[in-house]
């Protein structure tokens, strides 16, 4: 089973319906939650990390994979659960 992270805060929908897929495909994920985390301070570690700025952000094996949108786009596309199945590194 592949490495799933993700980072997130509580109060965001995407957040809340990345978690939900990956629940619901029976994927144990690592969530690096930073609800408490003061927005410049989330905001440069996410750029640091990825580019972006936005949450959720997911990464399966290391790979950065993007937000919900883009994981929804691996499910819609049938890609996502050859990418789960792949093992971890």
């Given amino acids: 089973m592949a490495q799933v992270e993700l980072f997130s805060v509580n109060w ?7 978690k939900a897929l990956l ?9 690096h939650d930073l609800t408490d ?11 640091a990390l990825c580019g972006r700025t936005t949450v959720p952000q ?3 094996n290391g790979q950065h994979i993007g937000g919900y949108t883009d994981l929804e ?3 819609r596309g049938g890609q996502l659960d050859a990418l789960l199945a792949e093992p971890a590194s």
């Avoid at 629940?23 to 969530?31: A, I, M, R, S």
Wanted: glycine share 4%; charged share 20%; with cysteine.
């Fill in 23 to 31: 629940e619901q495909k029976g994927v144990e994920y690592t969530d």
């Fill in 37 to 47: 985390t003061p927005d410049p301070q989330m905001r440069a570690t996410l750029s």
């Fill in 58 to 60: 997911i990464w399966v």
């Fill in 73 to 75: 786009a691996h499910e």
């Fill in 12 to 18: 965001c929908p995407f957040c809340n319906a990345a």
